[in-house]
């Protein structure tokens, strides 16, 4: 299959690479629809978070289930989805209390202390060894681990674009991702003024059920930000483009 593969900073290639296996009885494999370039792939593609490899990248994606792990009940082939950007059990601790994102499970790097050489929190597609090593969706086909917990069916009645970012970026609203410690950070200030700050990556899992029922009654549009839509072939081009805000982008959608 072709996927985006980054192999240093600024070099992100089209390559053919093995199609991807079920691995577990959980997964499934999806054969993509669409995928996107999210502002945090920008990370890698500067090198700002370390990958020492190469890599398939992506975490916004979505698609139609091509294979079934024998353990997987809620979905079947054929069936149209949108996945989750993090990677989550469902049984552990953290899934247990809706957070998802700090799921104990998925990824071997797992640990309490969280900085970027060290232990980091629960898997993500496409986004370096630190975060699980799980190859990404700005592929052909992607597997998706636990299926159970994951993917969220979708109804046809909406296009991929109205539905794609509810993966990521809709269940996301931040001002910045922050991978990197800060000096002169105002811990003092925040202390004396009772400012409660709460951090974390985006607990997809826990909201996108209710985001996609607002969807479904037309309270959200989801599509309007889209300004550049590009083959998967033309991938290397869109970083760039997208990197160096050219031609006035705001979002690339990856259509294999």
């Not at 240093?8 to 690479?17: A, Q, S």
């Not at 890599?55 to 989805?81: A, N, S």
């Amino acid at each position: 299959m072709k996927a985006v593969v980054f192999h240093k900073p600024k070099d992100m290639r089209i390559e053919t690479v093995d199609d991807p296996k079920l691995e577990h009885p959980e997964d499934v494999i999806l054969k993509v629809t669409s995928t996107a370039i999210c502002g945090s792939d920008l990370h890698i593609f500067n090198g700002s978070i370390p990958q020492a490899k190469p890599m398939i990248m992506g975490h916004e994606f979505m698609g139609v289930v091509e294979e079934v792990g024998p353990g997987v009940k809620i979905l079947r082939r054929g069936d149209r989805v949108v996945v989750p950007f993090p990677i989550a059990c469902g049984g552990c601790f953290f899934c247990n209390h809706e957070l998802p994102a700090h799921c104990e499970q998925s990824n071997s790097n797992y640990g309490p202390e969280g900085g970027v050489a060290q232990e980091k929190g629960g898997g993500l597609f496409g986004y370096t060894d630190l975060y699980g090593g799980y190859s990404g969706g700005q592929a052909e086909y992607v597997r998706v681990p636990y299926a159970n917990f994951g993917p969220r069916k979708v109804s046809d009645r909406f296009t991929d674009e109205q539905v794609l970012f509810l993966t990521d970026i809709f269940s996301v609203s931040i001002l910045g991702v922050y991978g990197m410690p800060y000096d002169n950070f105002p811990i003092g200030q925040i202390f004396d003024k009772g400012i409660t700050i709460h951090s974390g990556q985006a607990l997809v899992h826990r909201y996108i059920d209710e985001l996609i029922s607002w969807l479904e009654e037309g309270k959200i549009t989801l599509d309007d930000i889209i300004t550049h839509r590009l083959p998967l072939d033309d991938a290397p081009r869109a970083y760039d483009i997208f990197n160096n805000k050219e031609d006035g982008c705001v979002k690339v959608v990856l259509n294999p």
